[in-house]
């Protein structure tokens, strides 16, 4: 072989596989861990939940700062999770609350997040079971347990625990309405 073509070759594959090797960089991903600033991104969501509910742009924003402060920052994901939600933006949603629940192991809110993401996306089977697992994290989470009883009824996948869901709902509800629901589902079952 001759010998600049060999040498280009081997060059070539050095490269391609140098760049295997190096890791894809994601939306917040900061360049080292050192760049990890978990004070900053705490205050930047602390500041974002303040005005989730006034001022949605800027809470996204500060969300996002966060995010590059300290990309392992759980309650954000969580958190600009919801705001992409309440924005239809499902799939981002979907991607966030992932992320909250890998970084949040042991908080249900991520997990139930990402089940009501998957509801309205029209994916139920997989909604309740991302709804048992927020449950098989803390057990008898009441709004788990109303939004994985409220679809289990609704498309019809009753299990053996429904009646003792709706029995803890109609007692632990988060609402009156809540526990009334649970009541009126009870009696209807007990006909």
Same mark, same amino acid.
């Given at each position: 072989?001759?010998?600049?073509?060999?040498?280009?070759?081997?060059?070539?594959?050095?490269?391609?596989?140098?760049?295997?090797?190096?890791?894809?960089?994601?939306?917040?991903?900061?360049?080292?861990?050192?760049?990890?600033?978990?004070?900053?991104?705490?205050?930047?969501?602390?500041?974002?939940?303040?005005?989730?509910?006034?001022?949605?742009?800027?809470?996204?924003?500060?969300?996002?700062? +966060? @995010?590059?402060?300290?990309?392992? #920052?759980? *309650?954000?994901?969580?958190? /600009?999770?919801? %705001?992409?939600?309440?924005? &239809? =933006?499902?799939?981002?949603?979907?991607?966030?609350?992932?992320?909250?629940?890998?970084?949040?192991?042991?908080?249900?809110?991520?997990?139930?997040?990402?089940?009501?993401?998957?509801?309205?996306?029209?994916?139920?089977?997989?909604?309740?079971?991302?709804?048992?697992? +927020? @449950?098989?994290?803390?057990?008898? #989470?009441? *709004?788990?347990?109303?939004? /994985?009883?409220? %679809?289990?009824?609704?498309? &019809? =996948?009753?299990?053996?625990?429904?009646?003792?869901?709706?029995?803890?709902?109609?007692?632990?509800?988060?609402?009156?309405?809540?526990?009334?629901?649970?009541?009126?589902?009870?009696?209807?079952?007990?006909?």
């Amino acid at each position: 072989m001759n010998r600049p073509v060999f040498t280009i070759m081997l060059g070539a594959i050095g490269l391609i596989a140098g760049c295997a090797a190096t890791p894809g960089r994601g939306p917040y991903e900061s360049s080292a861990p050192a760049d990890r600033h978990s004070t900053r991104a705490d205050d930047l969501n602390r500041e974002a939940v303040a005005v989730i509910e006034t001022d949605p742009a800027k809470a996204e924003r500060l969300l996002r700062e +966060a @995010l590059s402060a300290d990309l392992f #920052h759980g *309650p954000a994901h969580n958190n /600009l999770g919801t %705001l992409l939600l309440a924005k &239809g =933006r499902l799939y981002e949603a979907s991607e966030e609350f992932t992320w909250g629940s890998k970084l949040l192991p042991g908080h249900p809110d991520p997990r139930m997040n990402l089940a009501l993401t998957l509801e309205l996306a029209g994916r139920s089977d997989d909604a309740i079971s991302t709804y048992r697992t +927020a @449950l098989e994290v803390y057990p008898e #989470h009441i *709004p788990t347990l109303q939004a /994985l009883t409220r %679809l289990q009824i609704r498309v &019809g =996948r009753l299990d053996a625990n429904t009646a003792s869901n709706l029995a803890t709902i109609s007692l632990r509800g988060e609402s009156e309405e809540w526990r009334g629901w649970a009541r009126l589902e009870l009696a209807r079952r007990d006909r």
